[in-house]
Each structure stands twice: as C-alpha cells, then as structure tokens.
C-alpha cells in the first residue's frame, strides 16, 4: 500500500461546521476532519492520516500552518538595532548647554539631535538655540561673584561702564527737564537750574515730560504718577530712587497715569515700581534693589507693568511677600532680558483671573521662603486662574518649586526652558519639584528639567491639563524618602508628553495614579532609571502605571532600567498602544524583581513590542491582569543572579495573555509559562532557542491550574522540551510543530511532555528531531490527539544506563509514550524515524488508538498483554524490527529496517 499512498483508506475530508465545542469565533478551536464519504473519495477528496485538508482542499502536511508563525515573527535585532522607538540613548549635556531647534515652517521648538538633518547646532532663527538665557545678567548689569553652580549664582549689580561720562542722559527734546538731588532749592528744572526733588519735578513737569536724574540718592515719601513721565537716570549704578513711604516708590495710577523708568536703582520698604487701577508702567535698565514686599508689581484691570534689561534683587518680607514681580487682579506684566534672585515665596506671581504674564529672556534664580509664616516658595507661580506666556527662560536653584501652575484654572505656556537644580525648602522636605500643575494647565515646547529635588514634573488634579512636547527630564535627585521620579501624573490629570526623554531617576521616570488619571506618551525614551533600597515591586520601574491610572503609549523605549521596564499594577490601570521596546532590565534577587512588561492585576492591549536583554520575567501577566499583543519580539531573557530563571512570557496567578504574531527567542530558563491558573493563547507565534544552562527547560510550560493554548506555533531548538504540562492544568496545541536539536548532538529535548493530571488537545501538529520522547503522557493524563505527525525521534543519550549484570539498559526514544491512568483518544497519527517505539502504551489508561500508521523503528506498537480498556483498530505498522510487542519488552532488539515516509 505504500506504493500507492492515494489508495490508503481511510481519507480524512473536512468538516464544515466547528462543531458544538467551539464557539465560531475562538480561533483556538480550529476545523476537523471525518472519514471522507464513498462519493467523496471517488471525487479524489480527501487527505491521509498526518496531513489535513485547508479550506481550498489542498492536503497539507500536519504543523504546516506553524510556518505561518515563521514568516510573521520578527527578527530578533542586533544591540544596535533597536531604533523601532527610540534612538540609542546618549550623553546628556549641563542643563546651561541644551540646545533646541526654533519655531519655524509652522513647528514646534523641539529638542536638538544629531539624528535630526533640520536641526543642527547653529544660532540661527531655524537651526539651533540655547535653552534659557545667553547671560548671567542682562545688559548693563555684570556679576558680582563665582559663577559655578556648586557654589550658587553671582547677584548681577549695575556696571559702572554704563553710566558714560556725562552727568544726565542724553536726550533732547522740548519738554526735558532735570533733577540733581544735590542741587539747591528753587530750580526750575532746566540743565542750569535743575530741581533738587524728584517728587516736586514728578508734580511740576507736564504732560509727556522726561526726568534726567543726575547721580545720588532721590529720597521721595511715595509717588504717584498720574500723567504720562520719563523718569531717567544716568545709569543704575550712580542713581538711586530711594522710597521713603508706605505705599510703592513710584506708581502710576490709571486716569492717564503712566511712567518709563530707566538708568536707575529703586530702593524701598514696600514694592519699587507699580501699576495700579489701569495705570501704565515701564522699567528699562533698573536694579531693584531689596525693595519690600514686591520688586514690581501691575494690579487691577488694565494695570500693565514692563520690565527691560533690569534685575529684582532680594526682595525683603513683609506683609507675609517678598515677591520679585507680581500681576494681580487681572494685571498685564511683560518681562524682557529679566533676572530675579533671591526674593521670597516667589521670583515672579501671576494671580487671578485674567492677569498674564509674557516673557523672554527671563532667568529666575535663588528664590527662598519667608524667614517667618508659610514656608512655600516658587521660582514661577501661576495661579488662581493667572496665565504666562514664557520663551527662553532659566529657572535655576530655586528652593520649593521651579514652576508652580494651580488652582482656577491657571495657564502656563513655556518654550525653551530650562529648570534646573530646585531643592526643598527647610522644613518642607516633602512639596519639592522642578514644575508642579495643580488643576491648572501647562503647556511646553523644548523643554528641559535637570537635577532637580525629588520629581521633576508633579502634575494633578481632575483639571490639570499639561502638554509636554520636546523635553528633558533627567537626573531627579532623592528627598527625605530617598526615591526621586521624573515625572508624577495623579488625581485625575491628563498629560501628553511627546518626543521626550526622562533619564537617571530613582525609583521611577514615569509614576501615574488615581482613577480618570490619563497620560499619553508618544516618541519617548525611558533609561537608566535605578531601584531605591526597598524591596518593594516596580522599584526601578522605567513606566509605572498605578491606582487605576491609565496610559498610552507610541514609539517608546525604556532601557537600562532596575527591576521592571514597563509595568501596571491594580484593576482599573491600563498600559495601551504600539511600538513599544523595554530593553536592558536589570533584576535583583529580590521577590517582584527583572520583569521587562509586568501587568499585575491590570489589562493592556499592544502592538508592535520588543522585550530584549533582560533578566528575570521578560512579560509578566499576574494576578487576574490581561494582555493582548500582536507582533511581540522576547529574546535574550536570562536568570537574575541565579536565583531565578529566565522566563519570556509569563502568566501566572490568574493573569490572562493572547499573543500574535510572537517571536520569543534565546530564553534560558522557559519561554512562555502559564502557572497558577493562568491563561495564554498563542497564535502564529515561534519560540526558539531555549536553552537550559542548569535550569529546567521549555519552549512552553503549563502548570498549577494554567491553561495554555497554542494555534499556529513553531518551537525550534528548545532543550529539555518543546512544550510540557503538569498537574491539574490545561494544553492546547493546534496547527503547531516542534523541532528539536539535530540528531548529530542528541540532548534531552522532548516533544510534549504531560503529567500528573492535564488535560492535553494536539491536533493537526508535527513534531520533528526530538531526543526522547516526542509525546509522553504519564500518570492520570487526559490525551486527545487527532492528526498528528512525528518525525525523527533520536536517542536521549543522559537516560542511558547500565544494569546491574553489566547489560547496557535501554535508551528512551519513543515517538509516543503513554502510561497510567486518566484517559487517551488517539486518531491518526503518523509516526517514522523513532529510534525505539513508535508508540509505547505502557499500562495504558483507558481510550482508543485508531487509523494511525507507525514506520521505521524498533517497535511499532508495543502495549500490555492485558489491553481490554484501551481500544485499538484501523492502525498499521511497518517497517519496523518488531511491529507489534504485547509483552511490552522494551529491551532493544536487532537494528531495524528503516523506511522512509515522506509525510
């Protein structure tokens, strides 16, 4: 009959319906077949035992379908081809030193990259800017002091080479006039006759007047402007506006009241220069010098207050303030080429309702709490519904926060900017961060956030709203807790954070939390983000999505990272999107520790997603979780420090994976495990290259209760065993094939191992080049097995054994082995090239073995004597030294005949 296999009956012809068993949409239940009809087989339907007819008809050999998986899985890369996400992590320069590309061609600034061939580092409109400032202090202002971060920044003073040599400004003009406080009364306010006071000048002058100020201290009680003046000294550095009264020493009040300020410096007990009750107010080239409560300040409806080329230095408390400049109550204030140092609570408020601030070129350094009351303090403070506008800003070595937007909706605008090294004020260790957004909303574009104090973005509340594009986040530092995470997301904020990176924090780059939480992360790289010393899980964790927070994710990578890469933990928290590469996870030998993607109790649905060089659990699904992936990349998964092994995919403790489209590559330890009834679906997915290096080995591995499926699954080259089962667990193989090591260097690498208890479906699969056992199943196995062929089945060479007489024992090479008790269907099975049995059914529990065909080996079919429980018909053995053994004498007999079946 073996001359003319289309002769051989039965035929197998598909069966159109799934049949009550399957649902019609779970793809793990794949099409069977029946004995094809007397018309059918006259038609020339029909397929042998071990093949299986598609949908078209066409006979295809058993675990053909697994090429599928072959084709669709990706390549595992090389190291430096990892660039799906993100580029290759790189040095990262002093926070002064960040480059950003300009707004041009209708684009946002973003980030300066070598990457980039539209971006290069060139001064220019559309190449390269520096982020912040160019300068320490503005101009006619030098710096008084080092300039080395360690040691703090230099206050800025007036510079002498500013003031020329003559003894007024130059300006001309019909309504000049002139002011020299060491002149004697009763002048006139010309050149020769100058007056010697400025408020009587500010009271006589008309309407349009300019003030020039000769050198030396103008002493005024409080003046108000209540017409259009100039008031301008020879330079800040020998004129000085000394203000004498309770109310601020020069302001102008709506009504026509408007004054410009230039070449001097204000000193005074309450604010220097403000705008009041509609009133108009400039600044240019001023030194505030330790004025009280307020350095400069526009309040009111209408108010605008400007500043120019000036600096606000220390502004002394009172009144619980020591603001450096304010906008209140629905103010204007504009600030241009500004430094503010050393001042109290804030370097720059902007509160209520419609006040706003617009700034370039801004520096805001030094800011510290009040000596005595609230110990809060902000480097910018937006809030209560205030809004800035800010570009090229440097916000450096403020204690509290850098940037603080909360309350009322207040609204931040920041492009270029730079906060760096922001530390806790003494006594409120716990309220530090770079940038914090408390029901308000903030937008960024090129944005760099460096060496700060505990996190670097703190953002929540159910209205807080932030947009993040271009940004650095790099390098938090621990507070009194010892953990430092780059960014906090919780109570309800939405952020969208894109074409970022966050490097070098502790215990987290990324911590989400609270339920409605939502963060959407988009060309991202994550890495090197360290685990403090609690021994805690998703300590080190690069993305931690937490409480029922939920994020997105597109073109992200997390690298070099402690403990976990990505991973999600509680119910309602979610991890969705694509594109997604974790690589270069570090585990300790702590419990929890080396997962690349760990999901525990929480559900996430991804596509296109690498796991590369990692140690521990590559992906871990745990505790009633769920994952759904399609196009997944596992390779290189190694043990951590020998305390665990290395595991590819994992779901264990009730967690649930579907996987499609998988690749799960050069895992030592098991590639995919399902423990502690968890549940996993593969489909069109190839595991390969598992290897054991002392620890047990699997391509697959279902145990305690789990559930495994596998449709469409090629597992090559995996020692010790393709895929295994044990106890009261479940082991679904489809459509699949399994080849293992060549037999020119035979290991232990079984084909399907089951024990203690499954419940084992095979169908439609190959198994090719195993070294043992092809298919055991001992000990209360319940086995159904319908078109399956087995190919090549060699010695398993460490079984071999010598008796005690010296007789050489009997080497384990069996295409199927079926022993105890449970149950075993066994329909059409096609078995040559086994070196021993082709199937050993060694005290076989009770089921059927029927229309399967056994070639080339030393036993065909060995069974007990006493076989009435375990029902035998339509099966064929040829070839074979012994094709039928009842005794079951397993001791070799001659070498066989060997004949070959092309299956």
């Known amino acids: 009959m073996l001359d003319d296999p289309q002769g051989c009956h039965p035929r197998w012809c598909l069966t159109e319906s799934v049949g009550p068993a399957c649902a019609a949409t779970d793809t793990s239940c794949g099409p069977t077949a029946r004995a094809c009809t007397a018309q059918e087989i006259a038609a020339g339907k029909g397929c042998l035992a071990g093949q299986y007819p598609d949908s078209s008809g066409t006979c295809r050999p058993a675990g053909l379908w697994a090429d599928d998986a072959l084709r669709s899985a990706p390549a595992v890369p090389e190291l430096g081809d990892l660039d799906l996400a993100y580029p290759q992590p790189g040095p990262l320069p002093p926070a002064d030193e960040t480059w950003f590309c300009g707004a041009h061609d209708g684009q946002l600034p973003r980030l300066c990259r070598s990457v980039d061939p539209d971006c290069t580092a060139t001064p220019t409109p559309t190449g390269c800017v520096r982020a912040g400032v160019p300068w320490v202090c503005p101009p006619g202002f030098l710096p008084q002091g080092p300039l080395s971060p360690s040691s703090g920044l230099a206050a800025c003073q007036p510079d002498a080479a500013d ?186 408020q902007v509160r209520d309702q419609a006040s706003k601030l617009t700034a370039q070129r801004l520096r805001i350094d030094g800011t510290r709490p009040l000596p005595t009351g609230p110990d809060d303090c902000t480097g910018l403070l937006v809030e209560l519904g205030g809004t800035a506008v800010i570009d090229a800003a440097a916000l450096v070595d403020n204690l509290g926060y850098g940037v603080a937007v909360r309350m009322g909706a207040a609204n931040a605008e920041l492009q270029r900017t730079v906060v760096a090294r922001t530390r806790h004020a003494p006594g409120d260790a716990a309220s530090t961060a770079a940038i914090g957004v408390h029901n308000g909303r903030l937008t960024a574009a090129a944005l760099r956030v460096t060496d700060n104090e505990r996190v670097g973005l703190v953002l929540g509340g159910p209205q807080t709203d932030v947009q993040v594009h271009a940004g650095i986040v790099d390098h938090s530092v621990p507070g009194a807790e010892s953990m430092a995470f780059g960014a906090l997301v ?206 047990p080995a699997f391509g697959s591995l279902s145990q305690r209760g789990g559930q495994l499926r596998a449709v469409g699954v090629r597992w090559l080259g995996n020692e010790r065993a393709t895929a295994g089962v044990t106890g009261a667990s479940f082991l679904s193989v489809s459509r699949a094939l399994s080849r ?127 076989t009435d429980v375990f029902a035998q018909f339509g099966n064929a053995a040829w070839g074979n030294t012994e094709n039928r053994n009842f005794g079951s004498k397993l001791d070799l007999p001659p070498a066989p005949k060997v004949v070959d079946l092309d299956l």
């Open 490 to 695: 919780a109570q309800g904020a939405h952020v969208q954070l894109s074409e970022v990176r966050l490097s070098h924090h502790r215990d987290s780059a990324i911590w989400t939390a609270d339920a409605e939480t939502r963060l959407a992360l988009d060309h991202a790289l994550l890495d090197s983000t360290r685990a403090t010393n609690a021994k805690a899980d998703f300590s080190g964790c690069a993305l931690n999505v937490r409480f029922s927070s939920q994020a997105t994710v597109d073109w992200v990578r997390a690298t070099d990272t402690d403990d976990c890469g990505v991973g999600a933990d509680g119910p309602d928290s979610r991890i969705d999107g694509a594109h997604l590469v974790v690589d270069h996870v570090v585990g300790r030998p702590v419990p929890g520790s080396g997962r690349g993607i760990a999901l525990i109790g929480s559900h996430s649905a991804l596509h296109e997603v690498r796991v590369i060089d990692t140690t521990g659990m590559a992906v871990s699904v745990s505790h009633g979780g769920g994952l759904v992936v399609d196009r997944l990349l596992v390779a290189r998964v190694r043990p951590i420090d020998g305390s665990a092994m290395g595991i590819g995919v994992g779901a264990h403790d009730q967690g649930r994976a579907r996987i499609h489209r998988a690749r799960v590559s050069d895992v030592v330890g098991i590639g995919t495990l399902v423990d502690l009834s968890g549940v996993m679906h593969m489909s069109d997915t190839l595991v390969d290259g598992g290897a054991s290096q002392g620890w």
């Open 740 to 866: 293992g090591f060549a037999p020119l260097d035979p290991r232990r690498a079984l084909g399907i191992a089951a024990g203690l208890g499954p419940f084992v479906s095979v169908s439609h699969t190959r198994l090719e080049g195993c070294a043992g056992t092809a298919l055991s199943a001992l000990n209360d196995v319940v086995l159904q097995v319908t078109d399956l062929a087995i190919a090549g089945v060699v010695a398993e060479k460490s079984l071999s054994r010598t008796t005690a007489m010296g007789k050489h024992g009997v080497e384990v090479a069996d295409a199927l082995l079926v022993s105890g008790s449970g149950s075993a269907t066994l329909a059409r099975v096609v078995a040559t090239g086994y070196k021993r049995a082709g199937a050993a059914l060694m005290a076989p529990p009770p089921g059927s073995m029927h229309h399967s065909v056994f070639v080339g080996g030393y036993f065909g079919i060995v069974v007990p004597q006493q």
């Open 163 to 348: 003031c020329g040599s003559a003894p007024y400004p130059t300006v001309s003009g019909p309504k000049v006039l002139y002011v020299d406080p060491k002149a004697p009364p009763g002048g006139d306010g010309t050149q020769a006759k100058p007056w010697s006071s400025l408020q009587v000048a500010a009271n006589t002058a008309p309407q349009g007047a300019t003030l020039l100020l000769a050198a030396g201290d103008h002493k005024i009680p409080a003046l108000p402007i209540k017409k259009g003046l100039t008031i301008a000294g020879r330079c800040a550095a020998m004129v000085r506006i000394v203000g004498q009264g309770p109310d601020p020493a020069l302001y102008a009040l709506g009504g026509g009241g408007s004054v410009t300020v230039r070449g001097v410096t204000i000193q005074s007990p309450k604010p220097g220069l403000a705008a009041l009750a509609g009133g108009q107010a400039t600044a240019e080239r001023v030194f505030f010098a330790q004025v009280g409560e307020i350095g400069a300040v526009a309040h009111g409806p209408g108010s605008h207050l400007e500043l120019r080329q000036s600096v606000v230095d220390g502004t002394q408390a009172v009144n619980v303030l020591g603001l450096g400049a304010a906008a209140q109550a629905g103010a204007a204030l504009e600030l241009y080429e500004v430094r503010l140092r050393g001042n109290l609570r804030a370097g720059v």
